[in-house]
């Protein structure tokens, strides 16, 4: 039973336009929540987090949402660039801090056309 | 060398075969972890230790035996594998903070074929 999914396997997005990549989950006692961004041949790279105590937060051209009543968060990306070609996934964490293992989901393939 | 590092990069045995995956943090982090991800599966968290203790073991088979020496070194100890259990390694460290954000970070992933 997947606890983090993302049920959008492929997205694709004009370049500068906005990427909207979304994520829900089932467990309520997750209270921290990533994103991440894989290329090919490579291990993920942190892009942006939030905290349940949060409903969002900016980084740059990246906002992460959060809705906590709907288990729902979404990655904003803004404007789209070739380079955002990847595949995102989102992670969730059930403790607030410390050591903690992340549950993912299956990523969503996005993909920037010119 | 900065961040993540993982060897090797590429691992082909046979089932009776005994290997290691190595994996080394340069980032003063206290925390490690091993994940596996399988084709069409999402990443799956297999160990974790923090400060060189395992804190979570995540019915993982003991066909796989994790080390941790030290709070900079990792080790995935495989032996008798299956071909099932054909899937990219990812090993992850963080900084294990009692709060605040504990992003974790990846190396570039062992590509491990049992034939």
């Known amino acids: 039973d997947q606890q983090v999914k993302q049920n959008s396997p492929s997205l694709s997005v004009q370049e500068g336009r906005i990427s909207i990549l979304n994520c829900d989950y089932t467990?309520?006692?997750?209270?921290?929540f990533l994103w991440y961004k894989k290329y090919p041949a490579e291990g993920p790279t942190f892009l942006i987090s939030?905290?349940?105590?949060?409903d969002k937060n900016e980084d740059g051209r990246f906002t992460v949402f959060l809705n906590k009543s709907a288990k729902h968060l979404s990655l904003h990306i803004v404007p789209s660039q070739p380079g955002d070609s990847a595949v995102y996934f989102c992670a969730a964490s059930a403790r607030g801090g410390g050591a903690d293992g992340l549950t993912f989901g299956k990523g969503t393939h996005l993909i920037i056309q010119p | 060398e900065t961040g993540v590092t993982q060897t090797p990069r590429h691992l082909v045995m046979g089932m009776t075969n005994k290997k290691s995956l190595k994996c080394e943090q340069h980032l003063g982090h206290n925390a490690m972890y091993w994940y596996k991800q399988s084709a069409k599966k999402p990443l799956e968290l297999m160990f974790v230790?923090?400060?060189?203790?395992?804190?979570e073991n995540n019915s993982v088979p003991s066909r796989f035996s994790p080390e941790c020496p030290n709070s900079s070194h990792l080790f995935l100890h495989l032996h008798t594998l299956q071909p099932e259990d054909s899937a990219l390694y990812l090993c992850?460290?963080?900084?294990?903070?009692?709060?605040?954000?504990?992003?974790?970070?990846f190396g570039p992933g062992t590509r491990l074929t049992v034939l």
């Open positions: 230790y923090s400060l060189e203790e395992r804190v």
């Open positions: 992850a460290s963080s900084q294990d903070q009692a709060s605040g954000d504990n992003e974790q970070f």
């Open positions: 467990n309520s006692m997750f209270d921290y």
């Open positions: 939030i905290s349940s105590i949060k």
